[in-house]
């Protein structure tokens, strides 16, 4: 199919925090040295921010290298953190960790409650200011390869297609988006991401990539219960002491809260849902007197990266790099990647620049970005708490306290006496056990006070599909849900998707079982592309502009 195309000097993937500050970067380094480059920026999001989920507490360092003025430019960074309190959650009670005893990294000072998506909005400004171009509502369906095997852009996915696979009256074919270079900053498991992976085998020689899934509200409280700058996170109860994860409460501006349950996707029991697991978490006699009194005005969920130092892939390829969260640079005892995905963005678009003013016509790998990253402040952020992860296979008490002895190593500098760095051994889809090993997990019905069911909370994420679309969410094989999955793991996608979109369902005699997919409802938390114990769930882009369309997330 011949389609219609643009030519770029940069095609970025993701209007996210990498990939907005390599196109502030390059825009950045273009008017210094007088060479003009264009950048292209596309969203899959009916808006920059649309689909932008996190936390989140946000360390500027790296905002403060790109932007150092951006409190002049009013930037949303609002609320610095005034209060940090770390709680393992028994029941009913809690234990509340001194401050002294955490390690210094994990202090919050300094730091600041946000929006990440209006973080995002406001970078896309700046970004727009500087003459990138930006397309929100355009989903990168495909990879361009020229001759010799280089990536030289993407295609967006074609709109207007039926269930069937048919041309609608609104049928437009995508568009090629091509580049010297191209940048994928899709965010977490990333459809286009792992077919780079495979092909240019950039997982060879690391760890499995480890993940969470996040689930996060967002409250307004009583103004007399709240408090600008309070930092909670926990651990402990409701997960028993083998199962990682744990939750974070932070008091932003307006008299808001943003609450939020993050459970590791190596837990083992089929039975387990993360959705529920965050329900419960809410009615804990310390956390739920926050919450009395106010209303739930948002809702959204997102799988995080968690593999840490040892998980980060090959960052190039011929013709571009990874950067932000596809490839996986988040911080996961302080809970923070942003200012790595930041980082990785600008020493990017660094490289390209300067191989774009040597005169490149692309396709090459830009060779100087891994280098830079392994010199840099986020390559120690990482290097620094490697082993906290892997430590936690031990359970919550030793794990915890390992993890913490580490950490403590780094901070005062006898890194030395733990100069090595502990595996992953198993991707996550590999750590369930079977259902006839595992114990039935009764969760409470919810109050629709405190504690809600999947419907009304998918309601509160704006989510919205065009109906007569192909399904995005593809089985590699249509009866292994049933055939497999059932008998063995009890089907765990009806449990482990937080928005409810697999159902096994049976006829009036309870017979039959039948798998059903309710892709409209689908959040774009892409969890069960990681952790369907077949991995038979492949998840592809839907139309451009569909899913969720978070406000203030």
């Known amino acids: ?92 009670n809690h234990i509340r960790i001194p401050n002294f005893m955490m390690p210094p990294l994990m202090n919050n000072h300094g730091n600041y409650i946000v929006s990440l998506g209006n973080v995002c909005r406001w970078l896309a400004q700046q970004a727009e200011a500087l003459g990138v171009e930006i397309y929100p509502g355009f989903a990168a369906a495909e990879v361009l390869y020229d001759d010799k095997g280089a990536v030289r852009g993407v295609v967006t996915g074609d709109m207007g297609v039926s269930k069937t696979g048919e041309h609608k009256d609104s049928y437009t074919p995508g568009m090629e988006l091509r580049g010297k270079y191209t940048f994928i900053a899709e965010g977490v498991r990333g459809s286009l991401a792992k077919q780079l992976f495979k092909k240019f085998d950039l997982r060879d020689g690391v760890d499995p990539q480890k993940f969470g899934i996040g689930i996060k509200e967002l409250w307004q409280i009583d103004p007399a219960k709240h408090k600008p700058g309070l930092v909670v996170h926990t651990q402990g109860w409701p997960l028993d002491s083998m199962t990682g994860g744990g939750s974070f409460m932070y008091h932003l501006e307006d008299n808001q809260v943003m609450v939020g349950f993050v459970i590791h996707l190596n837990y083992q029991n089929p039975f387990l849902s993360p959705f529920d697991e965050f329900q419960r978490f809410k009615q804990h006699p310390s956390i739920r007197p926050y919450f009395e009194g106010g209303k739930r005005i948002a809702y959204g969920s997102r799988a995080i990266n968690e593999g840490g130092l040892q998980s980060v892939p090959k960052l190039t390829f011929p013709g571009g790099a990874l950067i932000g969260c596809s490839a996986g640079f988040v911080n996961v005892p302080r809970i923070k990647g942003s200012h790595n995905a930041m980082k990785t963005g600008m020493l990017a678009a660094e490289a390209a620049f300067d191989r774009l003013v040597a005169g490149s016509e692309g396709g090459d790998e830009l060779t100087a970005y891994p280098e830079a990253w392994r010199d840099s402040w986020s390559y120690k952020d990482l290097f620094k708490v490697r082993n906290v992860k892997p430590s936690l296979k031990y359970g919550l008490w030793l794990g915890t306290a390992l993890g913490g002895a580490y950490m403590w190593l780094a901070d005062l500098g006898l890194g030395f006496l733990a100069p090595w760095t502990l595996k992953h051994k198993k991707a996550d889809f590999e750590s369930l056990k079977t259902a006839a090993e595992s114990k039935r997990i009764e969760y409470p019905r919810p109050d629709g006070v405190i504690s809600f069911d999947k419907p009304s909370s998918v309601f509160l994420s704006n989510t919205n599909h065009e109906e007569d679309q192909p399904v995005h969410l593809k089985l590699l094989d249509l009866s292994v849900p049933i055939s497999r999955n059932l008998p063995l793991y009890d089907e765990p996608a009806q449990r482990y998707c937080p928005a409810g979109v697999y159902e096994v369902l049976y006829d009036a005699e309870g017979k039959n079982p039948r798998f059903q997919i309710n892709a409209q409802n689908c959040v774009h938390c892409k969890t069960c592309d990681i952790k369907d114990p077949s991995q038979n769930i492949n998840w592809t882009v839907p139309e451009g502009g569909g899913g969720p369309n978070y406000p203030n997330m």
Not at 24 to 48: F, P
Request: with cysteine; hydrophobic share 45%; net charge negative.
């Open 1 to 92: 199919m011949e389609r219609e195309g643009m030519d770029f000097d940069v095609v970025i993937v993701g209007a996210g925090p990498a990939g907005l500050s390599a196109a502030i970067r390059l825009k950045q380094l273009s008017a210094e040295r007088g060479h003009e480059v264009s950048v292209c920026v596309i969203e899959k999001g009916s808006e920059v921010g649309a689909h932008i989920l996190s936390g989140a507490v946000i360390d500027p360092i790296a905002l403060n290298e790109l932007i150092p003025d951006w409190k002049e430019k009013g930037a949303p960074l609002n609320t610095p953190v005034t209060d940090d309190r770390f709680l393992i959650l028994t029941q009913p």
